[in-house]
């Protein structure tokens, strides 16, 4: 996965620290690795010391001036087939962020905010990141991975007012026990919710232990969030509905023809893009696939409007998972289970889990020769977990004798997620 990246994205300059410095050792492309040592960590030859070159002296050249159009992130979007997808993102998506920050999640001046997203997703990159600062406000950030009890103590010892994270933390808080009451003890204001949408229960939770109001956003890496319960706007909010368009976006539900169709009918949400000026997205970076149609963008994802304008999420019209607010393309799954010399064929789907909206599941054809095991499961999860990011490696393996599939040879996922929401 990073070599992919690293290679496609032409990567000059790697910034990591040392417990992540082995990945980069055995990749084809050698950028330059700057590294952040802990106390004791030797560097490796070759490698630049973060805190060395921190203290050498500022540059004094001004600031390069760029266009509207001059991407500054480089981000890749997985899909059901190939390698991921470029997503350059340019400064002109800039307004559209600062809108997000301020209309949605209702970021004030002077507030504490903590959004838990992993930085390495767009939902943490633009909006943990990028949004924050746009607005000149205090983001925070927890390097170890989310707990409901680590959560809580973070957010009471910094007097987090704006909280965003996706739905599984919020369902985690709840689970663990550990949330009830919670309200006398922090100082949440407002708390978001992207990524998959929340459930009356969390939501009535939330409110009543956390103290506050839990609003549904959605987007895209192509074109950050479009679609919310907006904290700062005046709408009725409705439990199970994404809410309304994002200033300065329409949003349109589209049948098989491309044609707008009338609320209460499902259909393919789409960006009406000569009427969005805060679009950004310009199509991906090397061409991998067209997405966009008769002057709209498609997001794949299936909706219902509503008559007062409002949104329902009604799933997704390909074959993408959606695990703990990520979205996972199944052949990144179905390609690294491959790497395993026991594994003939692979094929991935989203399994239901009341935690994490989805886990995945991985069907395995083994090779003449070996056995299917509990022992060999662990194995390709492991060999999963070294390629790919933690969220990406199938929680459950189920070895088969044979993967359905079309007269062409296409997998039939729709039957494997049927059989997977069955076990």
């Known amino acids: 996965a990073l070599d992919y990246r690293l290679s496609r994205a032409e990567t000059q300059i790697v910034i990591t620290e040392t417990s992540q410095r082995s990945k980069f050792t055995e990749l084809a492309r050698h950028p330059v690795i700057i590294c952040v040592r802990g106390e004791g960590d030797a560097l490796e030859a070759g490698d630049l010391d973060w805190q060395t070159l921190m203290q050498s002296e500022p540059l004094t050249e001004p600031p390069v001036w760029l266009p509207v159009e001059a991407p500054f992130l480089q981000m890749f979007t997985s899909g059901t087939v190939g ?134 956003h959605y987007g895209q890496t192509e074109t950050g969030m479009t679609c919310c319960n907006h904290h700062a706007l005046a709408h009725e909010v409705v439990v199970g509905s994404v809410g309304f368009p994002l200033p300065g976006y329409r949003l349109a539900v589209l049948d098989a023809e491309y044609r707008e169709l009338p609320p209460g009918e499902p259909g393919v949400l789409a960006v009406d ?48 998972i959606t695990t703990a607010g990520y979205r996972v393309g199944p052949a990144d799954v179905e390609n690294a289970v491959l790497v395993h010399p026991a594994v003939a064929e692979s094929a991935a789907v989203g399994k239901p889990d009341a935690l994490r909206g989805e886990i995945i599941k991985a069907y395995v054809v083994l090779r003449d020769g070996h056995v299917g095991s509990d022992e060999l499961a662990e194995e390709i999860r492991a060999s999963v977990r070294q390629r790919l990011s933690a969220h990406s490696y199938p929680r459950e393996i189920d070895f088969v004798d044979s993967l359905p599939k079309t007269p062409s040879g296409k997998i039939q996922r729709f039957l494997l997620r049927a059989q997977a929401r069955a076990s």
């Open 83 to 216: 390698k991921p997808k470029g997503v350059a993102v340019a400064l002109n998506a800039l307004p559209a962020f600062w809108l997000y920050q301020r209309l949605a999640v209702d970021l004030r001046p002077g507030e504490r905010f903590w959004n838990m997203a992993d930085p390495g997703w767009a939902y943490g990159l633009y909006y943990a990141i990028t949004g924050p600062l746009l607005l000149g406000a205090t983001t925070y950030f927890m390097q170890a991975p989310f707990s409901a009890e680590g959560g809580l103590a973070f957010m009471e010892r910094h007097r987090i007012d704006n909280f965003a994270a996706a739905p599984t933390a919020y369902r985690m808080l709840k689970a663990s026990g550990l949330g009830e009451g919670a309200f006398e003890r922090l100082n949440l204001r407002v708390a978001s919710s992207a990524g998959e949408p929340l459930n009356t229960e969390v939501v009535g939770w939330v409110a009543r232990e956390l103290g506050c109001a839990v609003m549904d």
């Open 273 to 320: 893009i000569a009427r969005s000026p805060a679009h950004f997205f310009a199509g991906y970076t090397w061409q991998e696939k067209q997405p966009c149609v008769e002057g709209y963008y498609l997001t794949g994802d299936v909706v219902v409007a509503e008559p007062d304008g409002r949104f329902t999420f009604a799933g997704r019209d390909d074959d993408i």
